[in-house]
Structure formats: C-alpha cells, structure tokens
C-alpha cells in the first residue's frame, strides 16, 4: 500500500531513507523486466549520534541531516529525491465509517469529519486517506484515515532539506513495512500476518489482512531498554552498550556477557514482548473473523539474542525474521554477509524505495 500524506508527489526515481534514532539507512532500487523483480542497486548505513532523537522529538537536527548525508554518500546515491516514513505517538492511523460520499467531497469535508477521530487540533496536522470499501452498508463507507501532526513533518523536511535532498513522500512506517512485505513475500487472501519492525524507540505493528492493513500501532518500548540496562549493569558507553547488546547473548560467535546483564536482557525481552503480545491479543479480541497465520520480525532488536524464540512462545505463532531482500536482486558489489546482516533492518527503508518502481 502507497499511501502518502498530501502536498508530496512522487518520483520515478527516489531514495527510500528509514531515519532511525540510531541509524539512517538509505536505499534505492530499480526495477528488473515485468513483474516483481527489482534490483537492490544502492545501500548505505550511517549511524545517528545518541540523543539525536528522542521520543520522536529531533532534538540535533544537524547531526541527524549528517548522518543522511554520510548514508547517501556512502551508497553512491546520486538521486536527489527522498521518501521517509514518520510513527510514534505524533501519528495515527484509523480505519473508520463516514458517511457515503465521493472522493472529492471527501477531499473537502476530511477535516471535519477526522476531527471526531484524532486527539490532536486538526489544524496541527496533515491528513490523508484512502477509501477501503466505498459501500461498507447503511448509507456508510469504509476509510483509512492517517494524521501526523504538522511539527513532526517539519522536522523531517528541515533535516532531509539541510542533506541537499528533496523530500517528494511522507509515508507511515507500519505501511512502508507492509510494501516490503507484499513486494517480497506470497500471501492469500486468508493470510493474516503480522508484520513487527522492532527499533531502537518504537517498535511499529501491522497486521495486514487481504492485502490491507487491518490494525496498527505503534509501541514505545522498544531496543533501546536493552541498551540502557547495559550501560547501567557495566557503566559502558552508549556505542559499546549497542555493540554488546547484538554481540552478547551466549549464541556461538557472541561475546560472552555477565550473567547480571543477561538476566536484565531477558527481562528487557520479557517487557517488549509482553507489550507487542497485548497488542496482537487486542487485535485478536477484536476481530474474531480474522486469526493471525503468522509473524514476522524486522528491526535491529529482532537480532537480539533469543528475542525471536521469546516471541514465538509468548504468542504460540509461527515466527520468522522477515527479509525484505528475498525477491531482490542485489548488484554483484554487494557483500552477501554485510547484506544478511543488515536485511533484517531494511524494511521500512525497502518499502520506502519501492515507490520508484511502483509509479
């Protein structure tokens, strides 16, 4: 799903970049013959110094259009158009009735009618839809309503602006994920799986259901507990804290970490999954026509050292880490290791670059 918020187009050529609190990634693709065959053409990763984001807030917006830049340069992208994806508590996302009408006059009446569904000020933020079922019964219609507050699409326009690029699309997270997932994976009509990105501060959920998004949320606990109860148990540096919390864990190849920082790991586990589990359980009480077949895992804190298998007990589902990479063809100059290492990380970021290649 390309959904995108107004006053963006879109461009036959634009660099998918995923600004994390931690790491930018940037990515472009080009499309390969007919079908779903596209070629991963350009990668980079730049890390994003500690407190440059903080719940969501850009709170070092040079450091931050720094590490775009480095994440462009490294890839050789000499594309100047970009596409980012926004979450958190500074988005919302609704699938909602609303009274019949057309497309355009819903264009003009959006306004009033969101303001019953979004706890912001409407005219703090910027909203868009797409009508689901134009005749969803009883003189209604069926809409996915997305808000983002207005100070969140400036931040992201100033730091993709300061990087000498031109922001062309603002996507939602959970739906960019979503494109990665349709471009690289089979699913049924009766498939419903849920997609988890797990990130350093937010961890995004969509459930997609006949090729819709059927629930999403956003989650605040996310990987960057685990960094800061290592700092805490070794008095470490922030960048050692990140460096042992994926290098540590027992697994064979991994350092070895003390066993007071394992415990605090596991419970750290226990804290995010627990959280995404009562969100799938909400989603599951809600909509008893559609089962969950399936999950998958994304995001740099699904690496973590039984964070998967945790996942797969708390929620009795069948769980895989998601590679947005499968169908793609990466150029030969690419490092298969760096590539499977980093994959797992890449689907927001691969969401995102699909625009190019779906116009």
Known sequence: MNLSLPFFGRSKSIVGLDVGSSVV????????????NFELTHLGVAPVPAESIVQGAFLNAGAISAAIREAVDSAGITSTQAAVAVSGNSVIVKRVHMPAMSPEQLHEQIGWEAEQYIPFDVNEVNLDFQILEPDAGDGQMEILLVAAKRDLIDDYVQVVAEAGLTLTAIDVASFALG????????SSESDVVALVNVGAQVVNINVVSEGLPAFTRDISTAGNQYTEE??????????????????????AGQEMLPQEVGQAMQAVTESVVGEIGRSLDFFAASSVESRISRVLLSGGTSRVAGFEEAFRQRSGLPVEVMNPLTRMLPSSRFDQDFLDSVAPSLGVGVGLALREVSV
Do not use: M, P
């Open 25 to 36: 990634k940037a990515v472009q693709l080009s499309s390969k013959g007919r079908g779903n």
């Open 179 to 186: 494109n990665a997932f349709e471009a690289n994976y089979e």
């Open 230 to 251: 290592i700092q805490k148990t070794l008095s470490v540096s922030f960048e050692e804290a990140e460096r042992l919390k994926l290098g540590g864990g027992g697994d």
